[in-house]
């Protein structure tokens, strides 16, 4: 199972097209590849969710056959990507975007100048770089075009048009971002109670402080002279010590065991431990081992994960492990090649990738007595393996705000496309929490202590829970 958990699996699968952007066909071929092996569609995709997901395929299919920009035609990849609301789901573009200019008129920048500071259409102004005029442009998928009045910026020059909002709701846009001439997308609300454009640095002049700016506190760092080290360890009173781990990622872990090894007598010596994840997503399973005997209280049970068999995934993992031969353990290697291979044959069916597991450690270590692990919605991946394992200890409390539920699906496969070149990442594993109800996918695992992070005191907070 440890090797599963440090496998990234790169499937370069070329599709040949034509050079003018045939958006149908490849949309289709989008669709169609990942219904057939992307792991999530079998539980994303049911009887409760059919309706809806043929509404917006059809939609979507529509809207294909009149896109005849690569740029758009991608957006509407990336649309049907959210519909699965699945992290480990994304799209990468790999081609750099022609420039396109718009040329306005005195008279059309004399009537932006004259736009309502609370309506979208304007003139913006993003510090000493840029100056834009936000326009209304119907084209494409298209509602907003900025377009470059002034930049300072290297290769932007005035008509330029550097990004595009695309409506998708009432206040709600897609952005198509040129900025570092590739293309970017991403989502923002532009309303009366929420401005993304403000919480990006765009702000029309007279405008006063951004309105998003206005709302947004930062989080308290836990300590005034907070270092930015990955790893951090502190005594906090003389009972209580405090532990930073904001990376699961093998690469930085001899640090962690540095710190770790350095501060053991104030780990054996002190009844309470606070241990600080929040920002930790993707690594491996090296330092969750290292931290497991300061929480083992009782068998921890280890649920298991399962392969989607087809020829398409089997074959990325295949190619992945020959891959590793010589750089994982050759037991590693065999376990998982054995596993794929009963999917040999089939078309879309789930195998076992290894049993559900009961981790036994020695007697538990008598301090920490008492642990508190912080945790927040930016917690994902390997730092929820972690959580999943240390709430079944009876000294744990987890404390904080939910985390961002990025598990369930997991051990991402890569499908490559081209004119224009892209790709599509999808999981290829699925946790059999999920089957159990017990999937933790944009729910994340919930705090059994609420800490509000944007407070100053809130470590005295959980300080007290002890």
């Known amino acids: 199972m440890k090797a599963i958990a440090v496998l990234l699996l790169l499937l370069c699968n070329t599709a040949v097209y034509a050079q003018e952007c045939d958006c149908r066909k490849k ?6 590849y990942l219904r057939k092996n992307y792991v999530g569609f079998i539980d994303k995709v049911t009887p409760v969710t059919q309706q809806a997901y043929t509404a917006m395929l059809t939609k979507m299919r529509l809207q ?32 750099r975007p022609l420039k396109e200019k718009i040329v306005l008129t005195p008279q059309q920048l004399d009537l932006l100048q004259k736009q309502p500071l609370s309506g979208i259409a304007g003139i913006y102004q993003a510090g000493s770089l840029y100056r834009v005029a936000l326009v209304k442009n119907l084209r494409g998928l298209r509602t907003y075009a900025a377009v470059i009045m002034e930049s300072s910026a290297p290769g932007w020059q005035p008509g330029d048009v550097l990004f595009e909002l695309a409506a998708t709701g009432p206040d709600k846009f897609d952005l198509i971002s040129y900025a570092e001439q590739q293309v970017n997308f991403d989502t923002l609300t532009v309303g009366k109670r929420y401005d993304g454009l403000a919480a990006l640095g765009w702000q029309k002049p ?48 001899p640090l962690a065991d540095s710190v770790l090894n350095a501060n053991d007598e104030y780990l054996r010596r002190n009844p309470n431990l606070v241990i600080d994840v929040r920002n930790a997503g ?36 295949g190619h992945i492990l020959d891959e590793q031969t010589g750089k994982l353990p050759e037991e590693y290697v065999e376990q998982i090649r054995t596993a ?9 069916r789930l195998v076992s990738m290894g049993p559900d597991e009961n981790m036994i450690l020695p007697a538990p270590v008598p301090l ?39 598990l369930d699906y997991s051990n991402v496969a890569r499908v490559k496309f081209t004119a224009p070149d892209f790709s ?41 829970q002890f």
Not at 229 to 244: K, L, M, V
Not at 340 to 348: K, V
Not at 424 to 445: E, F
Not at 454 to 464: C, D, F, R, S, T
């Open 27 to 32: 949309f289709d071929s989008v669709q169609v």
């Open 206 to 253: 007279g405008a006063g402080l951004p309105q998003q700016a206005a709302g947004i506190t930062p989080e308290v760092p836990a300590f005034a002279d907070m270092p930015a080290a990955p790893f951090f360890f502190r005594q906090i009173n003389d009972s209580t010590a405090y532990f930073r781990v904001s990376s699961f990622d093998a690469t930085v872990y």
């Open 340 to 348: 794929i291979h009963q999917g040999d044959g089939l078309q879309g």
């Open 282 to 317: 993707l690594g491996a399973d090296k330092l969750i081992e290292r931290l497991r005997p300061l929480l083992y209280t009782q068998p921890v049970r280890i649920t298991g994960a399962d392969f989607y068999a087809t020829p398409d995934n089997i074959a990325a993992w």
């Open 424 to 464: 599509v990442d999808y999981p290829v594993t699925r946790s059999r929490r999920v089957a159990a109800g017990l999937g933790i996918d944009n729910k994340g695992i919930q705090p059994a202590v609420k800490i509000n992070f944007n407070a100053a005191g809130w470590l005295e907070e959980v300080v007290k």
């Open 368 to 406: 920490p007595a008492k642990v508190a692990v912080l945790i927040n919605g930016r917690c994902s991946n390997t730092a929820e393996q972690f959580l999943l394992e240390a709430a079944q200890s009876q000294k744990v409390k987890l404390m904080g705000t939910p985390t961002a539920g990025a």
């Open 64 to 95: 294909a056959a009149t896109i005849k920009g690569a740029t758009h035609c991608l957006l509407l990849v990336n649309r049907y990507l959210r519909f699965f609301k699945d992290q480990h789901l994304s799209l990468h573009i790999g081609y």
